[in-house]
């Protein structure tokens, strides 16, 4: 109880910038609780001990309709849980923001998408994304076995809208997600994160 | 006025001063008129030649001009920390080379929480062609434009090809040769050999220091980094005059990787008459 009330005040400190705080690969990964589509409660520790991935998501964005009209997300998704990974779509729009959709709305997009998350979580006040330091969407975070942070940043290597690239792209993300799941070090782990920005509250 | 009336009004309007063959603008799917943009997402861009015809021997000038709409801005070949500068992909007869494309000084902005460097309004980007030697034939030169542009709410990409037509000929100045001239001006060029910039770095701080004559004033010059990556997008660099060189302090960008190695800094306004681009490259 104690530890959640420091992690709380933690995670409080961060609402401050995105950029400021961001969590950088090799620390902690920040805790946080938020409610799925079907307004259900998920934190992090309930993965505790799983390869965490935190995907920012915001439909309308141009590189989020590059790798889910592409069906390049779905596949990785569908992929790293094959392989015990636990993929958490997030969506830090506050409302009234582009791509901010209330639970239902967000479910039966996502649907449409292809989105094959383990769950679509609403981060609607911004919380987890601000301690996570999303500043785009897409953008990804790998959270190792040991609940640390181990990749932060683009899901590949090419900063366009064009599908076409993801072929000829280096995947950082599958690029970490193997290293973790192999013990290794992941030789990239923060990378610049390229998409549109993440539509916190203004 | 008909759509044939219209046209044919503005070819005679065009080849009135030109007596030559004319300059054909034309974009895929649809036949456009000469010197007209094509709208794609939130932006208009045309294709525009400073010559109406091209001569071995010369680089033949070419203008590509993007038009924002209202409320909307697109991005430097260092965006910042989000956005994507614009791309030009180019089809151009066997031999014919295409130089680099030459990026306006931008503006800093914010596109919601995030630093930017790019443009609103209008941004006239200027490339040179090469013919190769013997080339006689009509030159048709096309170029595949992508760009993004956003504002506080969204990002909207566009997407174009454009295509003009070039006669072998004098290469005398064409119609756009004014806009390009124009244009010439907001690019920034490499000042005399007395500027240098020198780069030091010490841990995430960076030291930029800048030796000119007595008489370059830098006071009040706004700085934009137009290598990516390199120094933080979100800080403002300002330089300072001491002990005879300008010297500006700046955090290190948090994706650069390594030690910096290259470093271009463009400079605009303040007291300078023309914007000036400063390079370091790391001894080897």
């Not at chain 1, 993801?166 to 192999?182: F, G, K, W």
Request: glycine share 10%; charged share 20%.
């Amino acid at each position: 109880m104690k530890q959640h009330t420091f992690l709380g005040a933690v995670v409080g400190a961060m609402i401050c910038s995105a950029t400021a705080w961001a969590v950088e690969p090799g620390e902690p990964a920040p805790a946080f609780t938020v409610k799925n589509t079907k307004g259900e409660e998920v934190s992090l520790s309930d993965y505790k001990g799983k390869v965490v991935v935190l995907e920012w998501i915001n439909y309308e964005c141009p590189y989020v309709k590059k790798h889910y009209g592409s069906g390049n997300i779905p596949k990785l998704q569908e992929n790293y849980k094959g392989k015990g990974v636990v993929w958490l779509s997030v969506n830090s729009a506050a409302e009234g923001q582009q791509g901010y959709l209330a639970g239902s709305e967000l479910a039966a997009r996502s649907e449409k998408e292809g989105n094959k998350a383990s769950q679509i979580v609403l981060d609607t006040d911004g919380t987890v994304g601000k301690a996570y330091g999303a500043k785009t969407t897409p953008q990804l975070v790998v959270i190792d076995k040991e609940g640390k942070v181990a990749y932060n940043g683009a899901i590949d290597s090419k900063d366009t809208t064009d599908v076409a690239d993801i072929e000829t792209a280096d995947s950082y993300i599958s690029m970490a997600l193997d290293s973790v799941l192999s013990g290794k070090t992941v030789e990239k782990a923060k990378t610049k994160p390229y998409g549109c920005g993440v539509k916190y509250a203004k | 006025m008909s759509e044939n009336r219209w046209r044919s009004r503005r070819i005679g309007y065009l080849l009135a001063p030109m007596k030559l063959p004319i300059l054909m603008a034309t974009a895929l799917p649809l036949f456009s008129n000469v010197f007209a943009g094509v709208k794609s997402g939130h932006a208009e861009a045309e294709l525009l030649s400073g010559v109406s015809s091209f001569q071995v021997g010369k680089p033949v000038p070419l203008g590509i001009r993007l038009k924002f709409d209202p409320g909307w801005h697109g991005y430097w070949i260092n965006p910042g920390e989000a956005g994507m500068p614009l791309s030009a992909k180019w089809t151009l007869p066997e031999g014919w080379k295409a130089g680099e494309l030459r990026h306006p000084v931008p503006k800093s902005f914010k596109t919601g929480e995030l630093s930017g460097f790019g443009y609103e309004g209008e941004a006239v980007y200027l490339v040179d062609l090469v013919p190769p030697a013997g080339a006689s034939d009509a030159a048709e030169c096309r170029v595949k434009l992508s760009w993004l542009t956003c504002n506080d709410s969204a990002c909207v990409p566009g997407d174009v090809e454009l295509s003009l037509t070039l006669p072998a000929g004098d290469g005398s100045p064409g119609k756009a040769a004014d806009v390009l001239a124009a244009a010439e001006k907001k690019i920034p060029a490499a000042p005399g050999e007395e500027v240098s910039l020198n780069v030091k770095e010490a841990g995430d701080a960076v030291t930029l220091q800048i030796s000119a004559p007595e008489s370059l004033d830098l006071t009040g010059v706004k700085a934009y980094p137009a290598t990516p990556q390199t120094l933080a997008d979100t800080a403002e660099l300002v330089f300072t005059r001491t002990n005879g060189t300008w010297t500006a302090e700046v955090p290190k960008n948090e994706y650069a990787e390594g030690p910096i190695t290259l470093l271009d800094i463009v400079l605009d306004g303040g007291k300078l008459s023309a914007p000036l681009s400063v390079s370091w490259r790391a001894k080897k």
